[in-house]
């Protein structure tokens, strides 16, 4: 047994061993990797820091303390590195925390490096590929704590950095020397602290499901379980780990979660998004079965590897690996909301549960199923957590140059799928001449564009010339596949293609790009795999519909060869444009929310919305275009308007005439929002985009 083996090779901790067996509730909730824990002098364990072992009765961690044991076990060897990020909304630092042996810490930028070559394979000669993985190690990266409710996941990655760390046996030498592993402590540390105070006040004398105090209003600042659904990553904690991500390229992301019992491991199961390399689908049930195996050897009860979750919706946070030709794993690991010992009853009184039945059933996918009643504590969903992500490290120990080549031929699939197979391209159309107001005549793109997008069901505004187009859509498109690391660039000139014929500036983005399968996935009509098959989570991501902005689909393979200048990011620019001495100003009415906010910076000013369309000269305005007279208006009133439509990326024109058309006055709201506290999710939502 691997015990014997450690307890010859190092001293071992005692009291921590006495404390385990006394907090895991039954024996086989124990495995030989998790039941003892060595001393090293000089290296702090958990409890040196936090004065408590993993899994302590009544004992949750804040997010401070975590980092400030992290930093201390930094601090102690070279194995471990931690590495600041960002900051939350309410001011936390953000932290990655590597572990690995001391040649892979000290040459981690040059590991990074290589991923980074695997993960755009363009213009690498396949032989240097093959050093590159012979030499290379794979990262593999572990997070806890995107749900604050889910409490048991950032103990036990605490005490995972420190084995890793010091821990001298067979299993931990080769994770070390083949593997580096880096650790998100906490993914949502704002509500890890808030949480943990809530559970302090409130649930800390819980015995039981029946007398659940229930969990704090929200866990964010802003979300709260749907942090996990942030598909266009819009909260700074879930940016920072995704730029980080795109910076370093682990080849295998793995998200930690708390709900069904006792351990479910994910397999990626039908309904499978089929944009994504077929690589994958083999990757998923080779882990989740070897995890089985293995803890079902060990004689722990409640694995299981189907009839849970899917692999259709690309929107997870953790999705940022598949989508990025990584690997996503997933846990769900049985808990309690906190850390009190509970009797708990596994299948729910209606006899629903994963795969339509129960959850304690045998099945071919959970051959060792879990009890019907259990007494659960937080110690034993630690000795499962860590017992699980230990054999995930194992056989990625055992095969790094298979998980490493892998990972470069799915990044040179997505490159060469974009070359043979359509659409080849997308292309967002956009005028570039701002004051280009007369519509052409004939059959442009963008009108012809509307009548083919109509048959593919992607997104064409109508009724509105080009120079009225909303570019604050266009940019909220184009920043955000730019924030998902696709490549976007800006024709040149004018493109002529069988598909149409766009304007000089229109935005392209060519499926030829490592991350060019997740440009199809977004950009494409969204069309479910098999209407006979219940997905664990859908949404709309198609990103046309989702902004009203056009999203053409090429099929012309001359697409690719368009001469592009690369976009960083898209700053819309607005305009004030027309009279120099105007009578009043129309702020043309696109459908943009930036027009709400113009409003707020001009409330001093009488603002009118027309009732219907009108014409100044040849150029016509539609309904709901904002008018603001000369006359009354404050002096500095022209050059606050024209800072404020350039800066929000709005179209102005200065009127000879205040226009003969019935008007409205456009007051300024006061708004609030009611909640319950009861259910605040989207609520939320409401707070961070009015807030944004």
């Known amino acids: 047994m691997l015990t014997g083996q450690q307890a010859l090779r190092q001293p071992q901790d005692d009291d921590f061993s006495k ?16 039941d003892h824990l060595p001393r090293v002098p000089g290296v702090p364990s958990p409890k040196d820091v936090l ?25 102690a060897t070279p194995r471990v590195k931690v590495m600041s990020i960002g900051t939350t909304d309410e001011g936390r630092e953000i932290v990655v925390v590597a572990v690995g042996s001391e040649d892979s810490i000290r040459n981690l930028e040059g590991n990074r490096k290589d991923l980074a070559r695997l993960a755009d394979p363009r213009g690498l000669p396949e032989a240097e590929a093959q050093g590159i993985i012979e030499t290379a190690k794979p990262i593999y990266h572990v997070m806890g704590g995107l749900h604050s409710g889910e409490t048991g996941p950032p103990e036990m990655l605490m005490e995972l950095a420190y084995r890793l760390a010091v821990e001298e046996s067979p299993v931990i030498d080769r994770i070390r020397d083949n593997v580096i592993v880096t650790i998100t402590p906490v993914a949502e540390p704002d509500g890890r602290d808030r949480y943990v105070d809530w559970y302090y006040a409130h649930k800390i004398e819980e015995t039981g499901e029946n007398d659940s105090f229930g969990g704090p209003p929200y866990w964010g600042k802003y979300v709260f379980h749907d942090n996990n659904r942030d598909i266009n990553f819009s909260q700074v904690s879930m940016r920072a780990v995704l730029e980080w991500y795109l910076g370093w390229h682990p080849p295998i992301m ?32 080779w882990f989740a079965n070897f995890e089985m195996a293995q803890m079902v050897k060990y004689g722990m009860p409640g694995v299981w590897t189907h009839a849970f979750m899917d692999m259709w919706s690309v929107g997870y ?27 708990r009853k596994i299948d729910p009184p209606d006899g629903g549960g994963g795969g339509g039945g129960g959850r304690t059933t045998r099945e071919w996918y959970r051959p060792l199923p879990p009890y019907k009643e259990v ?26 140059r298979e998980i490493l080549d892998n990972f470069y031929r799915k990044s040179r699939n997505a490159v060469e799928s974009g070359k043979k197979e359509p659409p080849y391209a997308f292309v967002i159309p956009v005028d570039s001449g701002a004051d280009a107001i007369p519509a052409p005549r004939g059959k442009s793109a963008m009108t012809q564009g509307r009548r083919n997008a109509a048959k593919e069901g992607i997104a064409a505004p109508r009724g509105r010339s080009p120079a009225l187009q909303d570019l604050t859509r266009v940019a909220f498109l184009v920043n955000t596949l730019r924030t998902q690391g696709i490549e976007v660039g800006r024709a040149r000139g004018e493109l002529k293609l069988q598909d149409g014929t766009f ?6 983005i060519k499926r030829d790009q490592p991350y060019g399968r997740l440009a199809k996935i977004l950009l494409e009509k969204q069309v479910f795999p098999d209407p006979n098959l219940r997905t664990y989570d859908d949404s709309g991501w198609t990103m046309g519909l989702h902004t009203g902005t056009e999203v053409r689909a090429i099929a012309d393979k001359a697409v690719l060869d368009v001469p592009v200048d690369p976009v960083t990011r898209f700053e819309p620019r607005g305009s004030l444009a027309g009279a120099s001495s105007p009578a009043a100003w129309a702020i ?78 456009v007051d300024l709201p006061r708004l609030a929002m009611f909640s319950t506290w009861g259910s605040t999710q989207e609520v939320g939502w409401v707070r961070h985009a009015i807030d944004q």
Do not use: C
């Open 19 to 34: 404390a385990v067996r006394e907090w895991t509730t039954k024996p086989e909730f124990l495995s030989p990797l998790v």
């Open 51 to 75: 004065g408590y072992h993993i899994g302590a009765p009544k004992k949750l961690t804040y997010y401070g303390d975590a980092l400030k044991y992290y930093r201390a076990l930094e601090a």
């Open 254 to 285: 793995h998200d930690i979660h708390e709900s069904i019992p006792f351990l479910y491991t994910f397999s990626g199961q039908a309904p499978q998004n089929t944009t994504l390399d077929p690589i994958l689908y083999g990757e998923l049930p």
């Open 317 to 343: 946070f953790a999705s940022m690996a598949p989508n990025h030709n990584g690997m996503l794993r997933m846990y769900e690991v049985f808990g309690n909301a906190g850390a009190n010992t509970m009797s």
């Open 375 to 400: 007494e659960w504590s937080i110690r034993n969903n630690t000795n499962y957590g860590e017992t699980a992500i230990l054999s995930a490290l194992q056989l990625t120990s055992a095969f790094p």
């Open 503 to 508: 304007p000089a500036g229109s935005f392209v």
């Open 588 to 665: 043309a009415a696109n459908g943009s929310a930036n027009l709400v906010t113009l409003r707020y910076m001009l409330r001093d000013v009488k603002v009118e919305a027309a009732a219907s369309s009108f014409k100044d000269g040849n150029r016509e305005l539609p309904a709901g275009t904002l008018i603001v007279s000369a006359a009354g208006a404050p002096p500095d009133a022209p050059s606050r308007l024209k800072n404020a439509v350039e800066s929000l990326g709005l179209r102005a024109f200065g009127l000879t005439a205040v226009p003969e058309v019935k008007r409205h006055l």
